[in-house]
């Protein structure tokens, strides 16, 4: 079997994977975040807690990730049509919002881990911390900073001839490789949420022990529950998708190599779709949660 042939079955392999996986995280995707709005914005015991606003700003920003992202990547490998490589406007403003919505939904998770250690924890003052005053400067500022974060994004993608829309500068080049997707993309939000989530879940089994109204027992289960699920999934998901695309900016391919070419564009969209599975999954089993711990 020739290089070529098999260089033919990976893409098509891909492109069936795009066309099913892509579609279902889109779908459910957007079912789970609708959802997540809808019972954390109505619910009274949620309405003005500080975590279930971290919560409803990671839902919105995943709900326009998915939107913006997944379709398009659907009509790249599949139906060889991709507006970012056709339009300079498009490839300029998709490469901005894409990582301020990524970043804003990383953000919104770190904060609402961090909000659970806080107000699950036992020192007074450090409970104080946690309020829904602070959470919507957060998430304002957040939304701030990010915007400001996608300017050079604005500035420095460009339609190449041969690499089609990518970063002419060498300097952001090693600051979009290195800084977004390794440590604000990777590093920073993975440990963050992580330990966080963590440290609030031990915080929750020992208020269990003391003598804590069950009211707020149970609110501060469902809520560290939901957070550690979507630290989780953060972790999980992102992890290969970041470690990939970090090699994938910094790995030059010989364009003869048409196998390599095909495995890597294969490993891409599995990664790509672990990565928005975060965006996805995790809200509808956040769901479940709050409806295991409801009862």
Known sequence: MSSVTIAQAIIVASQKYTISVYFLILIGGLIGNICDIIVFSSLKIFRHNQCAF???AASIADSFLLIIVLPF?????CFD???TQLSVAWCKIRQTIVPAFSLMSFSSICFAAIDQYLSTHYTPWLRQL???????????SAIVVWTLHGIPFLIFFEIQSTSGCAIYN???SLY???VHFCVLSGILPITVSGFSAIFAYLNVRRIVRHQVPVVRRRLDRQLTAMVLIKAAFLVVT?????TFRIYQLNESIDSSDSVRIAIEQLLF???SSLFYVNSAVSNTIQLDVFIFFSF
């Open 54 to 56: 971290y919560l409803i």
């Open 73 to 77: 990547r659907v009509t790249q490998y």
């Open 81 to 83: 049509y991709d507006p």
């Open 130 to 140: 946690s309020s829904l005053k602070l959470a919507h400067r957060l998430v304002y």
């Open 170 to 172: 060498e300097g952001f």
């Open 176 to 178: 979009y490789s290195f």
């Open 238 to 242: 992102t992890s290969p998708f970041v």
């Open 269 to 271: 969209t599995i990664t």
